[in-house]
C-alpha cells in the first residue's frame, strides 16, 4: 500500500491561495537518493516571488505555465529516514540539513535529495528550525559579498535591507570579513541592526541614504528597493551595487555599467550555482557558526498547514530575520 505524506501544492502561480495543504505519496528514495523526514523547511522573500512566477524570466527555470515541482521550498533540516544503495555518506538517522534548489518539495513531511546534492550533517548545537533558514539568508548573502562583490577588509558597505533574512546575515559576514558596515532599516529595527555589529544604522523612514554625502565601495541592496541609478552617486569610484532582486531595469544597468565606467550593477543567483560551490559556501558558514560569528534570527514559525499565511507576512514587508515552516514539532 502506497504511503501517504502531508504536503504543501501549488495550484498555479498566483498568490498565497493557490497553496493547498494536500496528501501525497512519500517519494522513494533511488539508489543515489536519501529520504529525509523534514523536520523545518524555509519560506522566503524568493519563495514568494517563484509562487507568483515573475518576473516571467523564471519560468525558464521553474515552469512555463506553472510550476515544474508542484510542492515549493528549497531549505530544509531533518532525519534521514532511507538511504539508496549508492549512498555512503549518509546513513538512517542522520541529522542532515541543505537546500534543494531548483528541486523544491521541502514544504512536506518528507523530501527525497541526491546523495551529491546540497545537503550536510547538522552541527551537535545547531537546531532544526535555525537550520532550515541557513541556505537563504547566509547562503546568499555569503556569495554576494565574496564571490560577487569581492568585498575587502577595510572597505565601506552599505546594507539596504539590513534586518531581514540577507541583511542580517551580511551584516554579521560582513564584520567578520573587516568591512565597516552601514545598515539601512526602519526605526523599530535600528536596534537589532546594531546590535548584530552594524557601525552605523540609517532609519529609512527619516533619511535618504542615497542624499547623505557617504560613498561606499559596496552597496548591497537585499531589498531590490532602490537602483543603481540612485546609488551610482553614493559609490566610490570602483564601487559595485548588488542585488539579487532580478529587474529588467537591472539586467540593462549590468549590461551598461559592464562596457562603460568603474562602477558596476551586478546580480547573480545563488541557487544555480553548482552543487559543489554551495556546498563549499555552506561548509564556510557552518565554521563560521562553529567559531561563534554566525547568528541566525528566527522571526516567526509557521505549521505546515499554515505556509500560505507564512508567504502574506513575508510579502507585507515587515520581517526580521528568517520565516520557517515547522514540519514537524
Not at 171 to 194: D, P, Y
Not at 252 to 280: D, H, I, W, Y
Request: charged share 20%; net charge positive; with cysteine.
Amino acid at each position: 500500500m502506497e504511503r501517504m505524506m502531508k504536503a504543501i501544492v501549488a495550484t498555479g502561480y498566483g498568490g498565497p491561495d493557490v497553496l493547498k495543504l494536500k496528501q501525497v505519496p512519500v517519494p522513494e528514495p533511488k539508489n543515489n537518493e536519501v529520504l529525509v523526514e523534514v523536520h523545518a523547511a524555509s519560506a522566503t522573500t524568493a519563495d514568494g516571488m517563484m509562487r507568483t512566477g515573475k518576473p516571467y524570466v523564471g519560468r525558464l527555470f521553474t515552469g512555463i505555465l506553472k510550476p515544474k515541482h508542484a510542492i515549493p521550498g528549497t531549505g530544509f533540516a531533518g532525519v534521514v529516514k532511507a538511504v539508496g544503495s549508492q549512498v555512503k555518506d549518509f546513513r538512517k538517522g542522520d541529522r542532515v540539513f541543505g537546500e534543494t534548489t531548483l528541486g523544491f518539495c521541502t514544504n512536506a513531511e518528507y523530501v527525497v535529495v541526491r546523495k551529491n546534492d546540497v545537503m550536510l550533517p547538522m552541527p551537535d548545537n545547531l537546531s532544526f528550525v535555525e537550520a532550515a533558514s541557513f541556505c537563504d539568508g547566509h547562503l546568499t548573502s555569503l556569495n554576494f559579498l565574496t564571490g560577487i562583490g569581492h568585498i575587502q577588509a577595510g572597505q565601506k558597505i552599505l546594507i539596504n535591507g539590513a534586518s531581514g533574512s540577507l541583511g542580517t546575515a551580511a551584516i554579521q559576514l560582513a564584520k567578520h570579513l573587516g568591512a565597516e558596515v552601514t545598515g539601512v532599516c526602519s526605526t523599530r529595527n535600528v536596534g537589532l541592526v546594531k546590535s548584530l555589529g552594524a557601525d552605523h544604522a540609517i532609519d529609512y523612514t527619516k533619511k535618504d541614504f542615497t542624499k547623505l554625502g557617504n560613498s561606499y565601495d559596496v552597496v548591497y541592496d537585499t531589498i531590490g528597493k532602490s537602483s543603481f541609478s540612485k546609488c551610482r552617486y553614493i559609490l566610490t569610484d570602483s564601487g559595485v551595487y548588488l542585488s539579487p532582486v532580478l529587474r529588467f531595469s537591472l539586467l540593462v544597468q549590468m549590461a551598461r555599467t559592464a562596457l562603460f565606467g568603474q562602477k558596476k550593477a551586478k546580480f547573480g543567483a545563488t541557487g544555480l550555482l553548482s552543487e559543489k560551490e554551495l556546498r563549499k559556501l555552506l561548509n564556510e558558514l557552518v565554521d563560521l557558526f562553529k567559531e561563534g560569528h554566525l547568528k541566525t534570527l528566527i522571526d516567526r514559525q509557521y505549521p505546515l498547514e499554515k505556509v500560505a499565511e507564512a508567504h502574506t507576512y513575508i510579502a507585507s514587508g515587515h520581517k526580521k530575520g528568517n520565516v520557517v515552516i515547522v514540519v514537524k514539532s
